[in-house]
């Protein structure tokens, strides 16, 4: 009898020390934690927030998906990462948009093996105005392209079809085309790839123009548009940038190009995708846009 007792005991004691070497889930909730820097932050639409983001888990990490959703509605995601180790710390910036009021949640949702922990940082849109305007991607289409119009107006972002376009020369400040030289460009409608002659393009009609703006373009080192809160940084992107020129070609998807339009307006050009492009005059391209007002 006294035998089956130590056996019991035995028995027992590796139960309760199988218990206490699970860390999956402690007592009181989830091993994550997850701390956001601001909580609260107020801000105007096209200012960039920093929010700042501390991991610790005891397990190793899986990911994090970053999430927004605008009064109170529902969530859109953003971005997400694939983590790894117990540890990690990441500053996400996050572009304010234009144009609505309220508050902007901001959902931090990490994840390891068998645990979810979420953090959020509120963004309160400010009375103040931003300076400059934040658009979102369009599409443009080469002068031969069916989808979609090849003249781009910053001021409004619009885009206009050779039709549209002759009646609203003075907002066009870029045009789209994929060439066999200059492959995807962006050019001023001033600019010499548009004429008569055997190397310019001429199905446009921008050579009948009695407007044609001088919009022009420089090369930038930016990859995001996360360091820009003013029109003044933009400008300074613009004056930074590279040689100045009627038209920017060889543009490669990612890519962030300056511009001044020929009313004196500082803008930023992101290169969001292109496709299809050819020497038939075919091809399209998504881009957005920060431009001063």
Not at 63 to 82: K, M, P, R
Not at 119 to 139: K, Q, R
Not at 203 to 213: A, F, K
Not at 223 to 252: E, H, P, Q, R, W
Request: contains cysteine; charged residues 10%; aromatic residues 10%.
């Amino acid at each position: 009898m006294r035998k089956m007792r130590f056996v019991y005991l035995l028995f027992a004691s590796a139960i309760v020390l199988g218990a206490c070497s699970k860390t999956d889930t402690p007592p009181g909730g989830s091993p994550i934690a997850v701390t956001l820097t601001p909580t609260a932050v107020t801000a105007n639409g096209g200012d960039s927030v920093g929010i700042a983001c501390t991991i610790t888990d005891q397990n190793n990490l899986k990911d994090v998906v970053i999430s927004e959703s605008l009064n109170g509605g529902s969530s859109a995601q953003l971005a997400s990462y694939s983590l790894s180790g117990k540890s990690y710390q990441f500053t996400y910036y996050y572009h304010v948009p234009t144009g609505i009021t309220g508050s902007i949640v901001i959902t931090f949702t990490v994840d390891d093996a068998n645990n979810t922990q979420t953090a959020t940082s509120t963004i309160t849109i400010g009375a103040g105005a931003s300076d400059f305007n934040s658009y979102s991607a369009v599409l443009l289409g080469s002068y031969s392209d069916p989808n979609a119009g090849s003249f781009y107006a910053s001021s409004n972002n619009d885009v206009y079809t050779v039709s549209t376009a002759n009646t609203n020369q003075g907002l066009i400040d870029m045009v789209f085309y994929f060439g066999a030289t200059n492959q995807y460009t962006l050019a001023a409608p001033s600019d010499a790839s548009f004429g008569t002659n055997s190397n310019q393009i001429s199905s446009l009609g921008i050579q009948n123009w009695t407007t044609r703006n001088a919009t022009s373009f420089r090369s930038t080192t930016l990859s995001d548009f996360s360091s820009i809160t003013k029109a003044a940084d933009i400008a300074t992107a613009y004056n930074a940038g590279g040689t100045v020129d009627t038209k920017a070609n060889m543009l490669a998807q990612g890519s962030i190009i300056a511009f001044q339009t020929a009313a004196g307006k500082y803008g930023l050009c992101k290169i969001v995708d292109e496709s299809n492009g050819n020497t038939s005059g075919q091809g399209e391209m998504h881009i957005m846009v920060d431009v001063q007002k």
